[in-house]
């Protein structure tokens, strides 16, 4: 038997050119303009979306997350622009001065929107890496952002019973997660359980994102459902993640469900008791600290 002396050589994998890797920082650099804050993985599927890159972890590692690293520490990119909710510091906030807290006070001074409103409102998010996206949102609305991280611990769903019990409203809940086996049971596990703990709460749960409709009229890219995923049985569609939405379209889909609930009359009074409320703290942050605490020993 004749023994081949032919061996096989290794596919090289082509290169980008330095002019081809400018015009990629190019595109990257408009995405990441017109929808900031927004995640990494957003910028992936924006991407891809355009026609500009594959669908591909490697293009993901390389193209955009490698590409965006190195544009924000070359100060081509501000670092502001790029979300990440993932890393967070805990601390008590603290003043350097009775001062300075007043002051402080004054700037952030705001009313509860809802408690002069007929219901109450919340908005779910199943990955803590788009919080930075939806909060632009719901910050200005007063609406708690509660971010489940996959299947939330009982603890944290009672707690949140608990919550919707002490506000006695109707309760309207809107939930954004993935398409996926485990993004279509996180929410009913929230909704079971919360309905469990706080049953006589009046509750509205409505899954906001994403949807089937909404994978075939915004064309969103798919990816292979996991098959290790325990509930991948009976699920037979492809999986699409919520990052694969552009975030503006996110915003939208939030603040719509909220302002539907605005009392707009109700909402212009307390808007006018903050202010007024606001000019007096002002006064008293105009107060030097000496000031202040000579009015304190005269109380």
Same mark, same amino acid.
């Given at each position: ?19 081809? =890797? ?18 990494? !993985? ?9 026609? #500009? ?19 924000? #520490? ?7 622009? =790029? ?24 700037? &952030? ?23 930075? =996206? ?14 489940? !991280? ?13 919550? =919707? ?119 008293? &942050? ?14």
């Amino acid at each position: 038997m004749r023994t081949s002396t032919y061996k096989s050589r290794p596919i090289k994998r082509s290169r980008r050119t330095k002019k081809a =890797i400018e015009t990629l920082k190019e595109h990257l650099y408009g995405v990441v303009e017109e929808l900031q804050p927004v995640t990494v !993985r957003q910028v992936f599927y924006q991407m891809v979306n355009r026609g #500009l890159i594959a669908k591909t972890e490697a293009e993901y590692d390389n193209s955009v997350g490698r590409l965006l690293t190195q544009m924000r #520490l070359e100060g081509e990119l501000p670092f502001d622009w =790029i979300a990440d909710n993932t890393r967070w510091m805990r601390k008590p906030r603290t003043y350097s001065s009775l001062e300075s807290a007043i002051k402080r006070t004054a700037e &952030a001074y705001r009313r509860s929107v809802w408690d002069c409103q007929d219901v109450y409102v919340e908005v779910w998010l199943e990955k803590d890496a788009l919080a930075g =996206i939806l909060y632009d949102i719901t910050a200005p609305w007063d609406v708690p952002l509660m971010v489940v !991280r996959g299947f939330s611990s009982i603890s944290y769903l009672h707690e949140a019973a608990e919550t =919707i019990m002490a506000v006695d409203k109707p309760t309207y809940l809107y939930y954004f997660g993935d398409y996926d086996p485990s993004g279509v049971d996180i929410p009913r596990n929230v909704e079971v359980r919360l309905r469990e703990f706080a049953p006589e709460a009046e509750i509205y749960f409505e899954r906001v994102a994403v949807n089937p409709d909404q994978i075939v009229e915004m064309n969103l890219p798919t990816r292979p459902t996991k098959k290790s995923d325990s509930r991948s049985k009976g699920f037979e569609d492809e999986s699409v993640e919520v990052d694969a939405i552009p975030p503006n379209v996110l915003r939208v889909l939030a603040e719509r469900r909220i302002t539907q609930h605005i009392n707009s009359n109700q909402y212009e009074v307390m808007q006018l008791a903050e202010g007024e409320e606001r000019k007096l703290l002002e006064m008293f &942050a105009s107060l030097d600290e000496g000031q202040l605490r000579g009015m304190l020993r005269t109380q």
